[in-house]
């Protein structure tokens, strides 16, 4: 159960225009209400009848009601041409994520006497929008009937939890990142201008805490629940209490230190010095926290686990964290995808990491020792991974990263897990990414993103470019098509 995240209760606005007939505002706002009710089972939304919001008293009632009802998110519906000053001042004085639609005309007989001119309205208020500094989600065409309009609210739902859960959200790091890991580097300075919390540890810290709850009394049933996930894939039993110790620490640390956030991404040390002193490796356990919506991102990925966070928000399920990782070797390619799935060669990769997704994610889990590790240490301080290839299904690949010079980048792109055996180890799966070659070169190379990319399970591409576009990302990449070049490709080599 996801329960790491926000709950959206979205407070459904109308606004009017004083010389426009308040009734088409009533009315085009209760079938607003009334679509959505019919089209989703969820409690979601709330209407707000209390007034039309012609001014700025009928601006303040609103607000005051919508605190009353403990509305989080707000959506301003113009039934008709609306105030542009009020409405933008609703959306200006509302504590959280705020989206604009507006009304299309109904039928011929309405043209007569009773247009609504919310199609010229949408553009004074996205003016008067920007004249106030104020940000707003504004669909990619705002403006439709009660149905349309309806499902316009619905797509605005995971946009504002992830909106929602950044500002409420605390990064807790242990340890600085590993040696020749500068690709992990975070600078502070977006997180905080994204309202997010850092609250950065020491190992030695963590390991404290760690032999502080040695014999703790609710180590028995955490292995237990670990056993019963585990199943025919429990081969390193031996291990289980110290990574129930080891998990009952970081939840309780958790809980110890959210401070004034209500909600927890983790960024965890994971190697060199870990194994042989903790005595396993965290993946088993990075993997059960990031089942239950606490994403734990490795090698003291803070913007990793940022990632995986707005991840959770959106598609309110487990995601995980790879590198992006190998080729697919040819002959994987010609025997098991050429003439099966509709990708080239160069479409085709692997995501890889050594233990860290979650077990109802994988194909037939195991418990196994990490094979990487065990190179240069003693197998028995190397066991604590889970392993498994990676269901197949639809993916989207993302990341938001700050630069070193402290600029937001992003990139985002669908595609997905393939039914192919990966024939390797680790937390792995073959995927395919329409253009990824292209994408990878000028994308992921040319603007510096590391090696790490988030994975949700599913094709959430559309809510995370609007969360990116509304934190004011400056450049969000994507896998462009085959006819349309990017800025930094030699037209000469196609």
Same mark, same amino acid.
């Given at each position: 159960?996801?329960?790491?995240?926000?709950?959206?209760?979205?407070?459904?606005?109308?606004?009017?225009?004083?010389?426009?007939?308040?009734?088409?505002?009533?009315?085009?706002?209760?079938?607003?209400?009334?679509?959505?009710?019919?089209?989703?089972?969820?409690?979601?939304?709330?209407?707000?009848?209390?007034?039309?919001?012609?001014?700025?008293?009928?601006?303040?009632?609103?607000?005051?009601?919508?605190?009353?009802?403990?509305?989080?998110?707000?959506?301003?519906? =113009? *039934?008709?041409?609306?105030? /542009?000053? !009020? #409405?933008?001042? +609703?959306?200006?004085? %509302?504590?959280?994520?705020?989206?604009?639609?507006?009304?299309?005309?109904?039928?011929?007989?309405?043209?007569?006497?009773?247009?609504?001119?919310?199609?010229?309205?949408?553009?004074?208020?996205?003016?008067?929008?920007?004249?106030?500094?104020?940000?707003?989600?504004?669909?990619?065409?705002?403006?439709?009937?009660?149905?349309?309009?309806?499902?316009?609210?619905?797509?605005?739902?995971?946009?504002?939890?992830?909106?929602?859960?950044?500002?409420?959200?605390?990064?807790?790091?242990?340890?600085?990142?590993?040696?020749?890991?500068?690709?992990?580097?975070?600078?502070?300075?977006?997180?905080?201008? =994204? *309202?997010?919390?850092?609250? /950065?540890? !020491? #190992?030695?810290? +963590?390991?404290?805490? %760690?032999?502080?709850?040695?014999?703790?009394?609710?180590?028995?049933?955490?292995?237990?629940?670990?056993?019963?996930?585990?199943?025919?894939?429990?081969?390193?039993?031996?291990?289980?209490?110290?990574?129930?110790?080891?998990?009952?620490?970081?939840?309780?640390?958790?809980?110890?230190?959210?401070?004034?956030?209500?909600?927890?991404?983790?960024?965890?040390?994971?190697?060199?010095?870990?194994?042989?002193?903790?005595?396993?490796?965290?993946?088993?356990?990075?993997?059960?926290?990031?089942?239950?919506?606490?994403?734990?991102?490795?090698?003291?990925?803070?913007?990793?686990?940022?990632?995986?966070?707005? *991840?959770?928000?959106?598609?309110?399920?487990?995601?995980?964290? +790879?590198?992006?990782?190998?080729?697919?070797?040819?002959?994987?390619?010609?025997?098991?995808?050429?003439?099966?799935?509709?990708?080239?060669?160069?479409?085709?990769?692997?995501?890889?990491?050594?233990?860290?997704?979650?077990?109802?994610?994988?194909?037939?889990?195991?418990?196994?020792?990490?094979?990487?590790?065990?190179?240069?240490?003693?197998?028995?301080?190397?066991?604590?991974?889970?392993?498994?290839?990676?269901?197949?299904?639809?993916?989207?690949?993302?990341?938001?990263?700050?630069?070193?010079?402290?600029?937001?980048?992003?990139?985002?792109?669908?595609?997905?897990?393939?039914?192919?055996?990966?024939?390797?180890?680790?937390?792995?799966?073959?995927?395919?990414?329409?253009?990824?070659?292209?994408?990878?070169?000028?994308?992921?190379?040319?603007?510096?993103?590391?090696?790490?990319?988030?994975?949700?399970?599913?094709?959430?591409?559309?809510?995370?470019?609007?969360?990116?576009?509304?934190?004011?990302?400056?450049?969000?990449?994507?896998?462009?098509?085959?006819?349309?070049?990017?800025?930094?490709?030699?037209?000469?080599?196609?």
């Amino acid at each position: 159960m996801i329960n790491n995240i926000p709950n959206v209760k979205i407070g459904i606005v109308a606004v009017s225009r004083d010389c426009f007939p308040e009734s088409l505002a009533v009315n085009r706002r209760k079938a607003l209400v009334q679509a959505y009710k019919e089209k989703y089972a969820d409690n979601a939304i709330y209407e707000c009848p209390i007034c039309i919001v012609e001014s700025e008293i009928h601006m303040q009632q609103a607000l005051a009601d919508l605190l009353e009802h403990n509305c989080n998110a707000l959506c301003v519906y =113009l *039934g008709n041409f609306g105030p /542009e000053i !009020s #409405e933008t001042m +609703l959306a200006q004085n %509302f504590n959280g994520p705020v989206m604009f639609c507006a009304a299309a005309e109904e039928d011929i007989s309405v043209l007569a006497d009773n247009r609504g001119d919310a199609y010229c309205g949408m553009l004074n208020a996205s003016y008067n929008l920007k004249l106030r500094n104020v940000k707003a989600y504004i669909p990619e065409y705002p403006v439709g009937d009660s149905s349309y309009c309806a499902d316009l609210v619905h797509d605005f739902i995971p946009i504002a939890r992830t909106l929602i859960g950044l500002k409420n959200l605390k990064i807790i790091s242990f340890g600085p990142r590993p040696q020749n890991f500068f690709a992990c580097n975070a600078p502070i300075k977006q997180l905080y201008n =994204l *309202g997010v919390e850092i609250e /950065e540890n !020491s #190992e030695l810290d +963590l390991f404290e805490s %760690f032999k502080n709850h040695e014999g703790d009394s609710r180590i028995p049933s955490v292995v237990e629940d670990m056993a019963k996930e585990l199943g025919k894939g429990n081969q390193k039993a031996q291990i289980l209490p110290k990574l129930a110790q080891f998990e009952l620490t970081l939840l309780d640390w958790v809980e110890k230190h959210k401070g004034s956030k209500k909600y927890v991404a983790i960024a965890s040390k994971c190697w060199p010095a870990f194994q042989t002193q903790f005595g396993f490796v965290p993946c088993y356990v990075n993997s059960r926290l990031t089942g239950m919506g606490i994403p734990v991102s490795c090698e003291v990925d803070i913007y990793g686990a940022l990632s995986e966070y707005i *991840g959770t928000c959106i598609s309110g399920d487990v995601v995980t964290l +790879l590198d992006i990782n190998n080729t697919v070797p040819q002959e994987l390619y010609d025997t098991d995808i050429a003439n099966k799935f509709n990708y080239k060669f160069t479409d085709t990769f692997m995501g890889f990491h050594c233990g860290n997704t979650c077990s109802r994610l994988l194909k037939n889990p195991v418990m196994r020792n990490q094979k990487i590790m065990a190179r240069s240490l003693p197998e028995e301080v190397t066991n604590g991974t889970i392993e498994g290839d990676i269901k197949p299904g639809e993916i989207t690949f993302y990341r938001l990263q700050s630069t070193s010079d402290n600029h937001l980048y992003a990139y985002v792109a669908e595609g997905e897990v393939l039914p192919v055996a990966s024939h390797s180890f680790g937390s792995i799966g073959v995927f395919g990414i329409k253009e990824m070659a292209r994408f990878y070169r000028h994308v992921l190379i040319e603007n510096g993103f590391p090696h790490h990319g988030a994975v949700a399970f599913g094709h959430y591409a559309k809510y995370l470019y609007e969360v990116f576009k509304y934190l004011g990302v400056e450049k969000i990449g994507y896998n462009k098509s085959e006819k349309d070049l990017y800025e930094s490709e030699n037209p000469f080599c196609r």
